[in-house]
């Protein structure tokens, strides 16, 4: 994973009150929390100086701080260099009542990145995005997986374009917790797919109905991803079924249905993780790739639940 690097100032600058109110920008999916009953936040141990992931109090929820110009993740909030450190060495940290809580500082969270957008678009454009991502996956190369994963993403989208005897669901299932890292592939894939499709799900237009659907499908898998899959993943693949996703893939979407810029945007996605930007990028052409043959499909018509 690659972060900006930001020049330090001093301490003193950085914490005070007036500085420390426009310092953290938060995910709109942490806002119950943000503005809830202060929690403790328990820190992991997959951390670094630029980012810490937390549990919230004795749930399984995941949070994550990591400096501004990083990966935006939207389970997460974005601070400085220093109040990042900060926060990962600090001995109590607490989330509620709309502020972050360490070692006696007090940060007010008063800003919110928009990371669940909306994609209005048509079947046709919904073909040309996916013909241009697959493109600009093709050119970026597969990174090395076990043939299984490669297998059932091939079964995944089939299911998802309605040529499978596989259900979505049971395509899904069996994706989630396949293959290796904290987010696994499998996982990066649904959650491309499920983000996309949640997208769409928000526009008024002929996709919505289909993919509510089809986004119902997947859902009935994701309830139980907790017992699949790593924490991180889990929480990550709750947030893509309610149409939150990476800025990075928002934008490599926008690019993909715009015919524009998709081989820049492709390569900072490229940078998320190990592979998780690929497979992210490969399960939203997935669901455009879908989206592009509802005329074909009898889910067409199913009413939104």
Not at 33 to 41: F, N
Not at 131 to 148: I, K, Q, S, T
Not at 262 to 289: K, Q, T
Request: aromatic residues 6%; glycine residues 6%; proline residues 4%.
């Amino acid at each position: 994973m690659t972060f900006a690097t930001y020049t330090e100032r001093s301490l003193a600058h950085v914490l005070t009150p007036a500085v420390m109110a426009d310092e953290i920008m938060a995910s709109r999916w942490l806002e119950s929390l943000v503005r809830g009953t202060p929690q403790p936040l328990m820190l992991k141990s997959n951390t670094t100086e630029q980012y810490g992931y937390f549990v919230v109090g004795s749930s399984q929820r995941i949070v994550a701080i990591a400096e501004h110009g990083g990966l935006d993740l939207p389970i997460g909030m974005a601070a400085s260099t220093t109040i990042v450190r900060r926060v990962i060495q600090a001995s109590r940290v607490t989330l509620g009542d709309n502020r972050l809580t360490f070692d006696g500082y007090q940060i007010s969270i008063a800003k919110y990145r928009d990371d669940r957008p909306i994609f209005s678009i048509s079947p046709k454009q919904a073909a040309v995005a996916a013909l241009v991502m697959e493109d600009a996956l093709n050119v970026a190369g597969h990174p090395f997986e076990p043939a299984v994963v490669n297998r059932e993403v091939e079964v995944f989208g089939r299911a998802l374009r309605g040529v499978s005897d596989v259900s979505v669901a049971d395509a899904a299932g069996r994706l989630i917790g396949l293959g290796s890292g904290s987010t696994p592939s499998g996982d990066d894939v649904v959650s491309g797919a499920a983000a996309t499709l949640a997208a769409c799900t928000r526009a008024n237009d002929p996709i919505s109905v289909w993919a509510r659907s089809v986004l119902a499908e997947i859902c009935r898998t994701t309830v139980e991803a907790a017992k699949a899959t790593t924490p991180l993943s889990a929480e990550l693949l709750a947030c893509a079924v309610q149409g939150y996703m990476l800025p990075r893939l928002i934008h490599c979407i926008r690019c993909a249905v715009n015919n524009k810029h998709i081989d820049e945007a492709m390569s900072e996605l490229r940078l998320v993780g190990h592979s998780s930007g690929y497979f992210l990028a490969s399960g939203a052409a997935l669901a455009l790739r879908a989206a592009a043959t509802i005329t074909n499909q009898e889910n067409y018509h199913v009413k939104p639940y």
